[in-house]
């Protein structure tokens, strides 16, 4: 693997990636804080099968510390899509992430004032479902292809792989293969997200952080 596709993977496999916001909103009014999320709306580790060096986080934190300079780059307004950003500013949240067999999975429990509309992402997803990116650490290709999201009462969900490979890889180099599974209704939002080859049910694994969120969350 690369270093270029290594570059990548921090910029869109990292849960604090999945918390970024584009270099414009940076500049835009500040928006009040959520209620805070509780850790104990997490799942408990147990959860995650065969999972080891489990690596907690403060979102509001994670977000104040980030390097957002690959923000800056324009591919074609399909930033948000290729470095997988779900969640934007005034946001509050607890996340992990665990090493697994065959890669790393990653849960985000969060509570925004300005929910993300996940069929709209879904659709920008599709319209962004090849992208070349240029910019100073090389090139790469990202596809994006929506999936069929679980279906979760009262609240809107999403479901999507992304493949990031480079310019004229062979078939047998395969590249990083990402799935992001999303749940949001009102102002809370669970994103559950796997890299490598995990062979994890991530829909299952979503819904049930959802359910276990409910009840730390008052819903």
Partial sequence: MTARIRALV????????????????IQAAATPPSPAVPPAALLPPESVPHASARDGFDLTAAQSNQDREES?????GCEDVVHGRLVGDGATGQGFQSA????????????????????????????????????????ALSTVTVHPAPAVPGAKTLSYQQLLTLPGQPPELPGLRLRTVAI????????????????????????????????????
Avoid: F, M, N, Y
């Fill in 10 to 25: 921090v910029s869109a496999a990292a849960v604090a990636t999945i918390s970024g916001a584009s270099g414009e909103s």
């Fill in 72 to 76: 800056r780059v324009d591919i074609g």
């Fill in 100 to 139: 697994v067999p065959g890669g790393q999975v990653s849960e985000l429990v969060a509570r925004l004032t300005d929910p993300p509309d996940l069929a709209a992402w879904a659709a920008q997803a599709g319209r962004c479902s090849k992208v070349t990116v240029d910019d100073a650490a090389g090139t």
């Fill in 184 to 219: 949001a209704a009102d102002d809370i939002l669970v994103v559950v997200r796997d890299a490598g080859t995990t062979g994890l049910d991530l829909d299952a694994l979503a819904i049930a952080a959802w359910q276990h969120a409910a009840g730390p969350l008052g819903r």
